[in-house]
């Protein structure tokens, strides 16, 4: 059984380009979720997805980070431009959405990002 | 009111000893308390979970102590081993909402 899949597992890019990183949630599931892990600020959620549709953005730093869900297989968090700052682990989990017992988010294995 | 703090930041705990992470929240509307494991190199993994209406729940090893009035809960790993060592991140969530609450994460490290 395939778990949540991401790409790349390692990004390495130089400030002003654009990155874009990509996720394919577990078949099934109905939710999605971006989250960024830093030493500094722990694991924060970006944004997340209920049926392709954005839920709750308020974890988004900024202009620069927008996320897509055009189907239920697949999804894109794009940062433009890209800043030292921005170099973190970005993990992609899905869940599926049941009343009880509670989801159960399956994380990636997360994309490394460093932005020179 | 969203926030779950979550102590100590690193811990280091001997072979076979018990190793306890603490977590407190402020929100009584949170209604389901995970515990995710985390290994270098991978993504978070849900390890074991607690409601509310019980104060214990054990699977083999590892046991969450879950104290409502104070608002707090712990993660108790018993007999520690070192292939224990890893960054363990307790949450919570209101039931109905899909996103979860993380806390700051816990870098454990069992000495042989």
């Known amino acids: 059984d395939a778990g949540v899949i991401q790409s790349p597992r390692h990004e390495v890019t130089e400030m002003g380009q654009e990155v874009t990183l990509r996720c394919k949630p577990i078949?099934?599931?109905?939710?999605l979720f971006w989250y960024r892990q830093t030493m500094m600020r722990g694991l924060e959620l970006l944004i997340y997805?209920?049926?392709?549709?954005?839920?709750?953005d308020s974890g988004m730093p900024e202009d620069r980070f927008s996320a897509k869900m055009p189907n239920a297989s697949f999804s894109t968090l794009k940062i433009q431009p890209s800043e030292p700052r921005d170099s973190a682990v970005y993990f992609c989990?899905?869940?599926?959405?049941?009343?009880?017992?509670?989801?159960?988010?399956?994380f990636g294995p997360g994309t490394r990002l460093t932005v020179l | 009111q969203q926030q779950v703090k979550q102590s100590p930041q690193s811990l280091i705990v001997q072979k076979g000893g018990i190793s306890i992470i603490n977590c407190a929240y402020e929100n009584t509307a949170f209604d389901y308390f995970p515990w995710y494991q985390q290994f270098p190199g991978k993504g978070p993994a849900l390890l074991i979970a607690i409601r509310p209406d019980v104060s214990e729940k054990k699977e083999g090893r590892f046991t969450i102590s879950f104290n409502k009035s104070a608002k707090q809960f712990s993660l108790h790993i018993m007999d520690s081993q070192p292939g224990d060592s890893a960054t363990y991140f307790c949450a919570a969530s209101i039931q109905g909402a899909q996103k979860l609450v993380f806390g700051q994460g816990t870098r454990l490290t069992i000495n042989p």
């Open positions: 997805f209920n049926n392709n549709v954005p839920i709750d």
């Open positions: 989990a899905s869940s599926f959405e049941r009343a009880f017992p509670p989801p159960r988010e399956y």
């Open positions: 078949s099934g599931h109905n939710s």
